[in-house]
């Protein structure tokens, strides 16, 4: 299963704690939707970052973007000249969700998609968003392995992105985006955990108990050991990856639901962290993915 789907498929249970305020969020999600069913960027402009979110967002809650003027957006990418490699990577998530009937990458071009994601290997045998970056990133190696498996090709060979992972590991215990680092991020953590899975390896001890440290006393996680407060995106990754490692997050599940609580707008959306006074799609879909966690 991909990653997009793991995600999907956990995110897919927020409804059960949301109750009638699902209407609420799938009103919020409709209205930041665009007519060709892209979805805008903070500054308002289509986007394919903001549109993975959006239109996951709406799966989540069992409805669905104009698939027709959607397939019809992406096409306008073609094969992804001139996107960076985050945007690549969103472009070959997009295309994996739109269902068959509609689907428009042909062959020629979905192998042209991929020669674009694989031109951000690195030396290491990994993936750095970064071109001709000498080492990998966690980020980047996560966004690598996601794109081959939504484009459907041949993965990467395992032992490359094991010695990746391998070189990211931290003194503390925890995973950082680059080599070299004293200190682990939970976002980083979390890409390795989800790479070990997928690689059939078990992540090394103490990788759970590190996660949980990072837990804020009010419920949230934060994204470095230290960080002022807990963030929204940090919390719904730690909550997938500790799940995805089944250790138990049961004994503060109230204190993170209330964490949640005061980032819920009555709008429909949530925001990032408490000094973030802007919704959008992003964060509301790391709502439902945490709040779909929780309802396990």
Not at 86 to 112: E, G, I
Request: glycine share 10%; aromatic share 10%.
């Amino acid at each position: 299963m991909s990653f997009r789907l793991e995600m999907l498929q956990a995110a897919r249970l927020a409804p059960q704690l949301l109750g009638d305020a699902a209407d609420l969020v799938r009103a919020f999600l409709r209205r930041n939707m665009l007519p060709d069913g892209a979805f805008p960027d903070r500054a308002g402009r289509p986007d394919l970052y903001y549109t993975v979110f959006g239109m996951e967002g709406l799966m989540a809650l069992h409805a669905e973007p104009p698939w027709p003027q959607f397939a019809a957006w992406l096409d306008t990418f073609g094969d992804g000249a001139g996107l960076d490699f985050v945007h690549l990577s969103c472009l070959a998530r997009c295309w994996s969700a739109v269902p068959v009937s509609w689907q428009n990458l042909s062959p020629a071009r979905r192998t042209a998609l991929l020669d674009r994601v694989l031109a951000f290997r690195t030396p290491d045998g990994g993936f750095n968003q970064r071109p001709a970056a000498p080492a990998c990133t966690a980020y980047g190696c996560l966004l690598g392995w996601a794109a081959h498996l939504d484009l459907g090709a041949p993965l990467p060979p395992a032992e490359s992105l094991t010695t990746c992972l391998a070189a990211l590991r931290t003194p503390d215990g925890g995973y950082a985006n680059e080599p070299g680092l004293q200190f682990g991020a939970v976002p980083a953590a979390a890409a390795a955990v989800a790479l070990h899975r997928h690689l059939r390896l078990t992540a090394p001890p103490g990788t759970g108990q590190w996660l949980l440290a990072q837990q804020h006393p009010e419920g949230g996680f934060l994204a470095l050991p230290g960080a002022p407060m807990p963030d929204l995106l940090s919390t719904a990754v730690a909550l997938h990856a500790l799940d995805g490692m089944q250790v138990s997050f049961a004994a503060t599940k109230d204190e993170i639901l209330d964490f949640i609580d005061t980032l819920w707008s009555a709008e429909g959306g949530f925001h990032g962290n408490w000094a973030d006074d802007t919704l959008d799609v992003e964060y509301t879909y790391y709502g439902l993915l945490a709040l779909g966690h929780l309802a396990l």
